[in-house]
């Protein structure tokens, strides 16, 4: 329990907000008061508990207004992604729970059709909202229902082609279909707003939209002449519409548009939702907000405040946090970057909306023109890169581990078909922490190890990335995905040191007698820790770093089954085609008699809590581990 942030005696308003029905109780006169409480209440409990917080800010009195007009959950709200999906939380009846968000065995931090009917659709990736609403729409239809269907789109979502072919093909359907855009990376001219707002006031309303449908509905019985009628009054509303707003691309695409209009005045909201709510066909609101509102902090550094830690307070830093001169992997990687491009003017990195996230942020300002943002928009990222590579530049891609299998096919048919020289950085490769399931990155070995003419490698260190990243841009000629875990790595690397690693060869770290383990990345490290545990025991076991899923060191195992009757593969990512199944399949293809241990993620998808709780809820800890092999050792 938070001091405070459940003490809701100090909350005049939102102390009364047990659900969306409670919501609709109050006046509108008092809703501005209410929005102010819950900015408070975020506040306070974010920045104790961590989380996203910025975007959220944002979509205080949209997501308030949402719901005191339309009758959720009966009318259906998908956001895209979770992060403006915290004040939807606070006003859907998880109030009390909302501390417990992103803690294990707490709410999740994005949004769950689980947890609850408020949810409509289930989201962690952005760009989904307007596919997912539209397929809600036609199932309405197909079954005869009568609700409205929303999207709630923003927070760069909008660069993510999804959520184009999604406009396009709504605009086509001509569907029942509102989507908001939660437009909060621009501003607008104060005076076109207060003229747009006037242009929306009059358009939506409910007798001009009837005088629009009875002209066309006169006219329609006129002949050629009342088509000529009907084409003009299309043209005098399209063509002011135009003037005045950013609309033209949403009405070519076959939408009413409306706006831009102030995301934070929550009676302004209202009013127009009200107007445009009973409008047929696919309808665009354009609503500007501003990521962070209110929280002064958070408005002045919106990268910092787009998530915070645990205990931050009013500094989104940890207070917890210690001086550690242990770089992230991410820095790692991002200073190897800009020490390749200070060689090599032909490597060019490419982020999809992750600059700051994948270590990259001062790297683009030494060399702004060879550090490239592509928004969210994964599958253009790596197409992209492959265009670049045909013309004799090495791409490095730098793209979560989650993220990327948004790019599967791109990958495949683009990248590695032509057998080109791009490498792949997957960043928060494993296990992620407390954004839960469509954060962690599990499937990469995986969904990678299946295609031709593509590496994949793993560091147990910091400098061992450093080592990776030099051999793969110079030594390596195929594509090359090198995955690392978040958060702080091993070891300080020292970057003037640039070992080259032979290609698809691990290395013996221990040797021992009683079994042999090979681990991959982040596990190398915890498999070293299991065998300090078994020594204790007097068991002696052998640790290999693999270092390559793929191609595997079959030299080396060839050496160590030889040697040890029993062998174990450890992972943090799924069994299932994952690293055991590579070995299995080596050792299956040559017939060779060993007792081979997969030690890995079960076929599940695991859920939200720190990295250190979820590997030991999946036996991946080092004392699991030593205990699976003691295990093992007693049975055989």
Wanted: net charge negative; hydrophobic share 40%; with cysteine.
């Amino acid at each position: 329990m938070i001091e405070d942030t459940l003490d809701m005696y100090k909350y005049k308003y939102l102390s009364q907000i047990n659900s969306v029905e409670d919501l609709r109780k109050l006046d509108e006169a008092n809703l501005p008061e209410l929005c102010s409480e819950i900015r408070d209440f975020m506040v306070k409990i974010i920045t104790k508990v961590g989380g996203h917080l910025g975007a959220g800010l944002g979509v205080v009195e949209l997501t308030t207004a949402l719901h005191y007009v339309f009758d959720t959950p009966k009318d259906k709200l998908v956001f895209d992604v979770g992060h403006q999906g915290y004040p939807h939380k606070i006003l859907t009846g998880r109030k009390e729970v909302f501390h417990t968000i992103r803690q294990k065995d707490g709410i999740s931090g994005f949004l769950r059709t689980s947890e609850s009917e408020y949810d409509a659709f289930g989201a962690g990736h952005a760009s989904t909202s307007i596919s997912a609403a539209l397929g809600i729409a036609v199932a309405r239809d197909l079954k005869g229902e009568n609700f409205k269907s929303i999207a709630v789109i923003g927070d760069g979502a909008l660069t993510g082609g999804l959520a184009y072919e999604a406009l396009n093909n709504a605009g086509f359907q001509n569907r029942d279909l509102l989507v908001i855009l939660n437009d909060n990376n621009i501003s607008i001219d104060e005076n076109v707003s207060a003229f747009s707002h006037y242009f929306n006031d009059i358009y939506s309303s409910h007798q001009v939209q009837t005088w629009k449908n009875n002209i066309y509905d006169i006219m329609g019985k006129t002949g050629d002449r009342g088509d000529r009628v009907r084409k003009l009054v299309s043209r005098l509303a399209g063509g002011v519409r135009a003037i005045i707003t950013p609309g033209m691309l949403f009405e070519a695409l076959g939408f009413n548009y409306f706006g831009p209009i102030n995301g934070h005045n929550v009676h302004k909201i209202i009013k127009l939702l009200r107007n445009i709510k009973n409008i047929q066909g696919p309808t665009l609101l354009h609503v500007v907000t501003e990521k962070g509102k209110g929280y002064d902090l958070a408005e002045k550094d919106l990268r910092k405040f787009h998530a915070v830690s645990s205990n931050s307070n009013v500094t989104g830093v940890s207070v917890a946090s210690k001086k550690d001169n242990t770089p992230k992997y991410q820095d790692t990687f991002g200073e190897t970057v800009r020490r390749i491009m200070d060689d090599d003017d032909k490597v060019v990195a490419i982020s999809a909306a992750m600059i700051e996230g994948t270590g990259l942020e001062k790297v683009a300002k030494e060399y702004p023109k060879r550090v490239i943002d592509v928004g969210i928009a994964e599958g253009h990222a790596v197409t992209f890169a492959a265009g670049l590579a045909t013309q004799g530049i090495t791409p490095i891609v730098a793209i979560y581990s989650t993220f990327l299998q948004r790019a599967f096919d791109n990958i495949i048919h683009d990248c590695a078909l032509q057998n080109l020289h791009i490498v792949f950085a997957l960043d928060r490769a494993g296990l992620v922490g407390e954004d839960g399931a469509t954060h962690h990155g599990v499937f990469d070995l995986a969904y990678l190890r299946m295609i031709p003419n593509l590496s994949i490698l793993a560091p147990k260190d910091n400098q061992e990335l450093v080592n990776m990243l030099y051999s793969a841009v110079y030594d390596y000629k195929e594509c090359v995905a090198i995955r690392y875990p978040r958060g702080v790595g091993i070891g300080v690397p020292d970057f003037s040191k640039r070992d080259s690693i032979a290609f698809g060869r691990g290395e013996i770290l221990s040797e021992g007698s009683d079994a042999c383990v090979f681990a991959i990345g982040r596990m190398v490290d915890i498999a070293m820790a299991a065998r300090e545990i078994l020594l204790k025991e007097n068991i002696n076991i052998e640790v290999i770093n693999a270092r390559f899923v793929k191609p595997l060191d079959t030299e080396l195992f060839d050496k160590m089954i030889e040697k040890h009757k029993l062998i174990f593969t450890l992972e943090d990512g799924q069994k299932t085609g994952g690293f055991g199944s590579a070995v299995l399949e080596y050792i299956n293809s040559r017939n060779l008699c060993v007792n081979l241990q997969i030690i890995g993620i079960d076929d599940k998808f695991i859920e939200h809590g720190n990295v250190k709780e979820l590997l030991y809820d999946n036996r991946l800890d080092a004392q699991s581990i030593a205990t699976q092999i003691m295990n093992r050792l007693e049975k055989q």
